[in-house]
C-alpha cells in the first residue's frame, strides 16, 4: 500500500496518533511514550521545576511514522505539539519542511480529527496549481 500524502497527528506527552488520510482511506497508527507520565504538581520547598522532561526516544519515533509523508498537520491539547516542532527542527529538518501547520486541539475523537484534516488538506490541495 503507498503511503497516503497527507498526515495528521494529535499528540500528547503520553501518546501520539498518526493519521495517513487520502480520499477514500484513512489509516491509524499509534506512538507510545515509553515514559509515560503523570501530571506533576510543585510541591514548595522542593528541589526541581516540577515540568515533564521531553523526551527525544518518544519525539523521534513520532517523526520515523511521519517520514513518508508530503503533508503534515501537527494537534494536541499542550506542549507536546511544541516539542515535536522543537525535536523536527534540531533531528529531523527533512520532516519539518512537510509540517504545513500546528493547531492546538483538545481531544477530538478520531472521527472529529479526520474530517477536521480532511478539510484542511483540500483546502492546502486547492491552493496548489500546477
Sequence with gaps: MNPSKHAAVWIDHNEAHVFFIDP?????????????????????????????QEDQHYYHAVAESLRDAHEILITGPGQAKLWLIKHLHH???DALEHVI??????????????????????????????
Design 101 to 130: 501547520a500546528v493547531e492546538t486541539v483538545d481531544h477530538p475523537s478520531n472521527n472529529q480529527l479526520v474530517a477536521h484534516a480532511r478539510h484542511y488538506f483540500d483546502v492546502t490541495d486547492r491552493r496548489i496549481t500546477f
Design 24 to 52: 477514500e482511506h484513512v489509516r491509524e497508527s499509534i506512538v507510545h511514550s515509553p515514559h509515560p507520565h503523570q501530571h506533576l504538581h510543585h510541591k514548595a520547598n522542593t528541589i526541581g521545576s516540577g515540568k515533564v
Design 91 to 93: 533531528h529531523e529538518p
